[in-house]
């Protein structure tokens, strides 16, 4: 009754195959109706007959062969020549799993695990089949027991046992447990981080078919952890995985090509890839063709295509793309203006913890962009982009608190806002900030702090604080008088656009005051 060769010869001449299973089926070989009913169910050597299938499958599980119960609960899993019905399938998958048949176990396994059409959930039932499959050599199941284990899934989390099964699934040939096992060792879950080890599990899983095994191995190479650093290979990698549909992949390689950085710099490749991982629901990448788009930098400039791409960024969960498709509404880039599609955009963004989404409406009611001014709710809103550390939404949050029109004035409050909108690096929120300490508006009266947070502006590029710090410099204003150090700084604020500093500059000229006169 071996089904190996029997199976050869159902490969080679399915209708001789036929011939001698149904001899050996009615000689009432129960191994012989399973290997029957499979000829039946696929059309091989007689014609698809699924209610044929499923009575000799029922025959094969009548004479107690494990294997023919499993064939006739996946019938019953699948509706298949009978109703759909689930609890049936389970029965039938447990009395194969006792008559040894692992694979039937893991299938019981798998519907606990689920539930639903009828079975109730049991993650503990569902756990107590894996175990038993996995010890049956039956990969699969050692795999989704050590997600159960990692994920917390309806047992204690326990990074260590999900790593334990997820080696024994490696050890049996699941390429999918040793990438998983290879994650662990990457990350240090459950086991001592590795990343050699890593490495090596996620080549076996690559190695395997496994695409996201190719991804990890690939993340190594390009972060030269575990093998030497090697972004041409990470860039094969990324591409293997990408041709298996692992979308990631593709967005990555687009990453590599897109920037340059240790392979040639090739954005056409790197807009396939984009185009490519987006297809396949990566929204990241749709959110960076749709950028490339906008830009129309190294591809030709489309608006109306970059506001599609961020359209399904968008609808994947990219809250970033919400945000820029919504200001592109603001503002009539690719589409009609619609103030009302950027609002409902920008409160989406938001709401979902991007901060340009948060910023982008409180201009919408700063401005009364489509609605009436609220400068309360933009205040609000400012308030929220700021506390995730955008500069501008500082800068402006202070610029209400000092006009405080519809909210009262706060020169204190607009004082801090400028402060951290300084702190992280926005120029003018530096400038704001010393004008208000070099008058004591708001704040103590501090010309030498004032002139350091000019110089700090200065530094990063503002015209207006150097031109601010030349003037005090001309006067001595908290500075030691240096003329030449004043021609110095309103030279850069001229050079930045700031008319002050031009004037100023001129008039030191035009006097000989600190340079030559001319």
């Given at each position: 009754t071996g089904a190996g060769p029997a199976a050869r010869v159902a490969t080679a001449d399915p209708a001789r195959a036929v011939s001698l299973y149904t001899r050996s089926c009615d000689a009432q070989n129960p191994a012989g109706c399973a290997l029957?009913?499979?000829?039946?169910?696929?059309?091989?050597?007689?014609?698809?007959?699924?209610?044929?299938?499923?009575?000799?499958?029922?025959?094969?599980?009548?004479?107690?062969?494990?294997?023919?119960?499993?064939?006739?609960?996946?019938?019953?899993?699948?509706?298949?020549?009978?109703?759909?019905?689930v609890p049936r399938a389970v029965q039938l998958y447990i009395k194969a799993c006792d008559g040894d048949a692992a694979t039937a176990c893991g299938f019981a396994g798998d519907l606990y695990r689920l539930g639903g059409d009828g079975l109730a959930k049991d993650p503990a039932r569902a756990a107590g089949y894996f175990e038993r499959a996995c010890d049956g050599k039956y990969s699969d199941s050692c795999a989704k027991l050590g997600d159960m284990y990692r994920e917390g899934d309806g047992l204690a989390k326990d990074p260590a046992?999900?790593?334990?099964?997820?080696?024994?699934?490696?050890?049996?040939?699941?390429?999918?447990a040793c990438s998983a096992l290879a994650y662990a060792y990457t990350h240090g879950v459950g086991v001592p981080q590795d990343y050699a080890r890593a490495a090596d599990l996620a080549k076996r899983a690559c190695d395997g078919g496994y695409a996201q095994g190719c991804f990890n191995l690939g993340r190594l190479y390009e972060d030269g952890l575990g093998r030497p650093k090697d972004v041409a290979r990470a860039a094969q990698l990324y591409d293997q995985a990408c041709d298996k549909k692992y979308a990631t992949a593709c967005g990555y390689a687009g990453d590599l090509y897109r920037m340059g950085s240790g392979l040639p710099k090739d954005p056409v490749r790197a807009a396939g890839y984009f185009n490519q991982a987006c297809a396949d629901k990566y929204a990241d990448s749709c959110a960076k063709l749709g950028d490339m788009y906008a830009a129309g930098k190294d591809i030709a400039k489309d608006d109306a295509r970059a506001n599609g791409l961020y359209q399904q960024a968008c609808d994947g969960g990219h809250m970033v793309a919400c945000a820029v498709l919504g200001h592109n509404y603001m503002w009539g880039y690719g589409a009609a203006k619609n103030y009302s599609r950027a609002a409902e955009l920008e409160k989406r963004a938001c709401d979902g913890g991007a901060s340009n989404g948060c910023f982008n409406l409180a201009l919408i009611y700063d401005d009364g962009l489509g609605v009436a001014k609220d400068h309360p709710r933009a205040a609000q809103l400012y308030n929220m982009a700021c506390a995730?550390?955008?500069?501008?939404?500082?800068?402006?949050?202070?610029?209400?608190?000092?006009?405080?029109?519809?909210?009262?004035k706060n020169l204190s409050r607009a004082a801090g806002y400028y402060s951290t909108a300084c702190d992280d690096g926005l120029a003018k929120g530096c400038t704001f900030l010393a004008d208000m300490l070099?008058?004591?508006?708001?704040?103590?009266?501090?010309?030498a702090r004032a002139n350091q947070i000019y110089q700090k502006g200065c530094d990063a590029g503002n015209a207006g604080s150097c031109t601010s710090l030349g003037l005090d410099y001309e006067d001595g204003k908290g500075v030691p008088r240096d003329l030449r150090r004043a021609a110095t700084l309103y030279d850069q604020g001229c050079k930045g656009d700031d008319q002050v500093g031009c004037v100023s500059l001129g008039v030191l000229y035009e006097t000989g005051k600190g340079v030559p006169k001319n």
């Open positions: 029957l009913s499979s000829m039946y169910k696929q059309g091989l050597g007689v014609p698809k007959d699924p209610g044929q299938a499923l009575a000799l499958a029922q025959r094969s599980c009548d004479s107690n062969f494990a294997w023919g119960c499993y064939d006739l609960g996946r019938f019953y899993e699948d509706g298949l020549g009978t109703a759909k019905d046992k999900a790593d334990a099964q997820y080696q024994k699934g490696c050890d049996l040939g699941n390429a999918g995730k550390q955008d500069a501008d939404a500082c800068l402006n949050a202070g610029v209400l608190y000092e006009d405080g029109e519809g909210i009262g070099s008058v004591g508006k708001g704040v103590t009266l501090d010309l």
